[in-house]
């Protein structure tokens, strides 16, 4: 007899990135190499002085042992000194809860602000794991609708025409994935007003800020900005270590407080070492991500080039460092049915719009950290070679 399962959590859609690459297996034989645009990921390693530095902490007991729950005092401190450097920012120690990537920030923000049948509204297309944690939840995620023309940016008058009483949480994320669309500060700053005005919360992730120039926004420099803002951040892309599960969450210092409730049950702390490795990163890599930041925008801009050019039947729609989306020429197809058509005939491996929000069957999100600027040409002319 199997254990039983609970029905709610079965009836979640799976992984889109597990459901895909579950294909490889059925992968016809003898076709042409994998180039995988599916997972966003940075192709590099993390810097060397930092994993050298890494190394001669690792004879330290102390390394192995838990940290308070919100994170090591020195180590939040640096992190409040890059954000002035990088936002401007009012913020202080109390108001950052280090976690075990984003993903986790995702869900101490989420569980300390709804309860099950409050609402969130979501701009689609959306993160594909921000719905499902929130149906796991019992939250209903709100789509705000995708708009081509806009490129997924989000419309304050749409938005605001979805907001009900049981709303607790306009959801944005920027740059966007799947879109790679950047919200432009002032567009931010009118979204927040909203949240304000509705008294409900503005919950920012930045997971790929560091993959834009400049200061991405004004929103920490407003006084009391942790009364309607809260942002989830990951350094698993800034720093390219994304298997050390390095977030964290933002808040006003009483969100945190009544957080550590449950990451003291779920996780205890982000493991030492990867505050370690945070540490060293915010104090000495900034000019190290500075140059991360301009290769992936060459790589983005040399793709964006080539895959435009007159011929392509796969359209561009947005684009940003880490990604494309892009809509597929296979009218009758599914956004599923189109990714598996690429795998076995172009070897070509992304995921369908459709795991990104309701309606988006028409759709592609290619993952452009994981391909090296030799390799953009070639992934590029698949796409041109392919027969509807
Ligand atoms: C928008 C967004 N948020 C959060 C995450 C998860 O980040 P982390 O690896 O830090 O948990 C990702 C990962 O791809 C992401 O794209």
């Not at 645009?37 to 690792?58: R, T």
Request: glycine fraction near 6%.
């Amino acid at each position: 007899m199997s254990i039983h399962i609970s029905s709610h959590i079965r009836d979640i859609h799976p992984p889109p990135i597990t459901e895909v690459k579950g294909w490889l297996a059925a992968r016809p034989e003898g076709g042409p190499d994998l180039i995988d645009l599916c997972q966003a990921v940075p192709d590099y390693p993390p810097a060397p002085e930092l994993i050298n530095h890494l190394k001669g902490l690792l004879d330290d007991p102390l390394t192995a042992r838990y940290t308070p729950d919100e994170g090591l005092p020195e180590v939040r401190r640096s992190v409040c000194d890059r954000y002035r450097r990088r936002y401007a920012a009012k913020l202080e120690p109390d108001q950052l809860c280090l976690t075990v990537g984003a993903s986790q920030a995702f869900w101490l923000a989420i569980m300390t602000l709804c309860q099950a049948g409050d609402e969130v509204i979501l701009q689609s297309p959306c993160y594909f794991d921000h719905p499902m944690a929130l149906e796991a939840l019992k939250i209903k995620p709100v789509f705000a609708p995708f708009e081509e023309e806009r490129q997924g940016l989000p419309d304050p008058v749409a938005i605001s025409r979805l907001i009900t009483p049981r709303t607790r949480a306009i959801l944005l994320v920027t740059p966007s994935n799947p879109t790679g669309a950047v919200i432009p500060p002032a567009l931010l700053t009118e979204l927040y007003l909203l949240a304000r005005r509705h008294r409900i919360v503005l919950l920012l992730d930045e997971t790929y800020a560091d993959f834009t120039p400049g200061q991405p926004h004004e929103l920490f420099t407003i006084a009391d900005w942790h009364n309607t803002l809260v942002q989830i951040m990951s350094f698993g892309k800034s720093y390219a270590l994304t298997g050390y599960r390095s977030g964290l969450l933002a808040a006003s210092a009483e969100l945190v407080r009544q957080a550590l409730k449950i990451q003291d049950s779920m996780a205890v702390c982000q493991p030492r070492i990867t505050q370690l490795a945070l540490k060293y990163g915010v104090e000495e890599l900034d000019d190290w991500v500075e140059a991360n930041r301009l290769l992936m925008d060459f790589r983005h801009n040399l793709f964006v080039h080539a895959f435009s050019r007159p011929g392509n039947r796969f359209r561009l729609v947005s684009s940003g460092s880490f990604f494309a989306w892009v809509r597929h020429p296979f009218g009758r197809l599914t956004g599923r049915q189109a990714a598996r058509k690429l795998m076995d005939e172009a070897g070509i491996l992304c995921l369908p719009g459709e795991v990104f929000g309701p309606g988006l069957e028409g759709y592609l999100r290619l993952a452009l950290g994981n391909i090296r600027e030799n390799m953009i040409p070639e992934a590029v002319r698949r796409f041109r070679e392919m027969n509807a």
